[in-house]
């Protein structure tokens, strides 16, 4: 009887932990009535040289808007709305051409862009992408860079470690 039971408990603690992930999760942006985030499924170096470390990076996107009894947070609660499909990009942590490329359907390829400004600084349209680039590359930390091209200019590439090839100038 007891072996019976120790085994029941057993099953339901190892299936409840088997659902219960414990994601890394990056506050996207707040703005006016809601709050949005990235979940971390994933992550993986790809490549790394002198020249930077490309990161391949599966997250979910979530937001939640609030009504006015609603107290705003910077973490994620029950009532924020998860993505159903797992999105994937590529971050390139360097700091001549920090980077955050994904595949564009229309154009079939993949397009990098430079989320931020030299002095590490995002605009409201490029935060949400900019708080994932720095969890990923600087432990949450703001930065300057020494960018080499204008974050207003997409890079165009076949593949995403084709970066690397890149001209550094």
């Known amino acids: 009887m007891k072996k019976a039971l120790f085994l029941a408990i057993a099953i339901i603690i190892c299936s409840s932990n088997s659902y219960a992930k414990n994601y890394d999760t990056v506050l996207a942006r707040c ?97 949400g992408i900019t708080n994932l680039y720095l969890h990923i590359c600087n432990n949450d930390k703001e930065r300057k860079f020494l960018l080499i091209q204008s974050p207003d200019e997409d890079i165009i590439l076949d593949k995403p470690t084709d970066i690397f090839n890149y001209p550094m100038k």
Do not use: H
Not at 41 to 69: A, P, R, W
Not at 96 to 103: D, E, G, M, R
Not at 106 to 126: E, H, V
């Open 31 to 127: 703005y006016m009535n809601g709050c949005a985030w990235w979940r971390i499924e994933k992550q993986e170096i790809i490549k790394e040289s002198e020249k930077g470390k490309l990161f391949k990076v599966s997250t979910k996107y979530g937001v939640q808007y609030y009504d006015k009894e609603d107290v705003r947070s910077d973490i994620p609660s029950k009532k924020t709305n998860w993505d159903k499909k797992t999105r994937e990009q590529f971050i390139f942590c360097s700091e001549p051409l920090p980077t955050v490329i994904w595949y564009d359907e229309d154009q079939k390829k993949f397009i990098g862009t430079i989320p931020f400004d030299q002095d590490g600084m995002s605009s409201g349209a490029t935060e």
